[in-house]
């Protein structure tokens, strides 16, 4: 076995129906008392009930959020925070609205207390990212990991169909990449297969009956191990697409995500048998077939498969704009299982394009 080095990410974990009550002794826990508390409109209900526990140490509220944190925005909200004087920020909502809660920790260095509610798996993780002039920037700082997470899943119980299913691929894109990802070794193995499991497991009954508590409580934690996957490896090329699409194009960050999936993964298995076998093994399907795997789940999950579908930044993402995708995305991939080149990834995107079902034969042909 070749040897490997595990960082554990020190962040608390509290997990179950009813979990937000416990926000404001979490705060107290954490010895703050000027919080900034960040949410965006849908999370408004749920922001007034940490608002009353936090009382007078919610010093800010702050409801502006966008994907991909702009950088002015999260200009504005920094100042506000200095302004008020903040010592920790509270954010509750998906990705987006723990992205501009990262994007303050980063500048002011004060604790993060998460409350997800999608399936993006970014409070499990170091990475934060910032948006500016078309191109989205990312790094890593512990300072953004956030210390504690309250996962509840009755807050998912109220998220549209049409965000659930895509979200939950945003997770399983952790997971599926973890796999290969720079940084991957046996211990990340274990926890990315286990978060196939359980989104594989859960996510067809959370579409087909939204309301049902324990199905939504396995997908959230198939999503928190999604992140702590993703949070202990690093991005890869199919996470490189789809920031490099979300930069560019402004298009919904988890939509990329389940479209461009299956296709990234048909194009690194031939490279990567042992770790499909895993992956077989944990979708229940025949080795080879996991990228038609996961195209079906999509398909079943009725989440976007083509990315002629797909539209941002004021029009319809068109087969002519692949191209840059491809030469910006190749040019931020240091490494992969495969060697990649900015034609190979035209295809790839191409695919996605079109919304081909993957098959193995076709994976194979496209390995040489
Ligand atoms: P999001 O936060 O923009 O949420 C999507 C939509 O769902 C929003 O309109 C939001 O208001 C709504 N919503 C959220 N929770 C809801 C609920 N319970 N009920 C009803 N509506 C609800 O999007 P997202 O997909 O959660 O996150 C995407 C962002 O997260 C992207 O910017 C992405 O880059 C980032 N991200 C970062 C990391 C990381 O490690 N840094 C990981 C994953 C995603």
Known sequence: ?????FTQLASRMVFGAGAIRQVGDECAGLGVSRVMLVHDGAATP?????AAQLGSAMVLRWHEVAQHVPVTLADRARDAATAAGIDAVVCIGGGSSTGLAKAIALSHRVPIVAVPTTYAGSEQTTIYGLTGGRHKQTGKDPAVLPRVVVYDPELTVGLPPQITGPSAFNALAHSVEALWAPGCNPVTTAIALEGVR???GSLPTVMAHPADVDARGRLLVGAALSGMALGATSAGLHHKICHVLGGM???VHADAHSVVLPHVLAFNAPA???EMAGLAAALDVPVGDEAAA???LAVASHVPTRLADLAGAGRPLQRDDLRAVAEAAAAEVTTNPRPVDSAELLGVLERAFDGQRPTASAAARSAG
Do not use: Q
């Open 1 to 5: 076995m070749e040897p490997f080095v």
């Open 46 to 50: 749920p922001a007034e009930d940490i």
């Open 198 to 200: 359980a989104i594989h």
């Open 272 to 274: 990567l048998p042992t």
């Open 294 to 296: 996961l195209w079906d």
């Open 249 to 251: 194009f402004d298009l």
